[in-house]
């Protein structure tokens, strides 16, 4: 799904630019007769306050960031698709009368109004049908993604500025389908939820056979853990960050560090049940065979097993480059293991090419 109407399709290779709030990570894949083939993969760090909460506060900083993995990487091509989440993105499903997709097109526009908490005017919006009229009720189910326009708006400056052409711009959620989709085939009827934990936001998103039908973003990622360590051993932001990931040996005591860590792991699994418990108590038979970890602070220690204990779903850390073949230079499996998790959302975006719906 993307939210801009380019008139022909020409599949030609473009770049995929994940732009989270802790660093962009970029991913080039090309398509050959064996499947996918990964060409280029880079990752840059941003400083903290240079995009907060999903929307780009210093548009120089993020802009020059991006140049300069671009040309790190030696990227050619022009064409860009990156994705956006957080409170700028809207998603629900919606029951609509069954009609044709240009008709539901159409009517979308006047009908989105009572389920978006902006005016119309504000927002791109776009849909993917998840079944037509399956029980022959008149009714079929919509998801409605609407996204401000705004933010949309400095997105594309930013990556204009880098000297690119965004031909899509996606939802994160969408991204984690397209990732999922290449890497799990889809067993009929299994139904798999995607949790990505970045650094300012949690993602979920629930996949039946293959559809994404309920997403939730929480407001919560690394930072809290990062703040969590900086109020419990009383350091930097910069300090509890090195030592979150294990980075730095601290002077100081670092008895309480399990401690911290483990306060926001448990509250982060508790939010992530509370989210999956509203979706299966609005479905009727619903259940989730198996959660998928993806996401920078899926790499804390110890999360997945207290997501697997709270929830009592089986919790499995999602492998993107899982059916992909490598050919980038410098990495062998430890190492593509490692950054593995970084990558969920971006490999998604890479399936993705100018034109595409
Ligand atoms: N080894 C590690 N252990 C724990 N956390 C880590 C590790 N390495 C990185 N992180 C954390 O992962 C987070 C970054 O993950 P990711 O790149 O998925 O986030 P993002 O896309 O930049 O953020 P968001 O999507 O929330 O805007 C940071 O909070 C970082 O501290
Ligand atoms: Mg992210």
């Given at each position: 799904m993307d939210l801009s109407f380019l008139p022909f399709s020409k599949k030609r290779d473009a770049v995929a630019l994940d732009i989270g709030s802790s660093s962009i990570k970029l991913v080039q894949m090309s398509q050959t007769k064996q499947g996918w083939e990964l060409t280029k993969l880079g990752k840059a760090d941003l400083p903290p306050e240079a995009i907060v909460d999903g929307s780009i506060i210093d548009s120089m900083t993020v802009t020059n960031t991006l140049k300069e993995l671009m040309s790190e990487h030696g990227i050619k091509v022009k064409d860009s698709v990156s994705s956006l989440t957080g409170h700028s993105v809207i998603i629900k499903k919606v029951s609509f009368p069954a009609m044709a997709e240009e008709e539901l097109a159409e009517s979308i526009q006047w009908e989105a109004e009572q389920y978006?908490?902006?005016?119309?005017?504000e927002v791109n919006i776009d849909f993917q049908i998840l079944g037509a009229d399956i029980e022959g009720r008149g009714q079929m189910d919509v998801m409605l993604v609407a996204v401000k326009k705004d933010v949309i708006n400095d997105y594309t400056t930013v990556i204009n500025e880098a000297g690119?052409?965004?031909v899509v711009i996606d939802v994160d959620s969408f991204a984690l389908e397209n990732m999922m989709e290449i890497n799990y085939p889809v067993t009929p009827g299994e139904t798999v939820a995607v949790v990505n934990v970045g650094a300012s936001i949690t993602s979920i998103s629930v996949i039946v056979s293959g559809l994404t039908i309920f997403t939730r973003s929480i407001p919560m990622g690394g930072n809290q853990f990062t703040e969590e360590i900086q109020r419990q051993l009383n350091v930097s932001f910069k300090d509890a960050e090195n030592l979150k990931i294990g980075r730095s040996e601290a002077?100081?005591?670092?008895?309480s560090l399990p401690a911290a860590i483990d306060t926001v792991s448990t509250n982060l699994a508790f939010e992530v049940k509370r989210s999956l418990d509203f979706f299966l108590g609005g479905t009727q038979g619903a259940y989730v065979n198996k959660i998928y970890l993806s996401g920078?602070?899926?790499?804390?220690?110890?999360l997945q097993l207290l997501m697997q204990e709270k929830t009592g779903i089986p919790v499995e850390m999602v492998y993107p480059f899982k059916n992909i073949e490598i050919s980038v230079k410098g990495y062998d499996d430890e190492m593509l293991k490692d950054v593995a998790p970084f990558f969920g959302v971006a490999v998604g975006l890479a399936t993705r090419r100018f034109g595409d719906r």
């Open positions: 978006i908490p902006f005016p119309v005017s690119l052409t965004p002077d100081s005591d670092m008895t920078g602070s899926s790499k804390i220690e110890g």
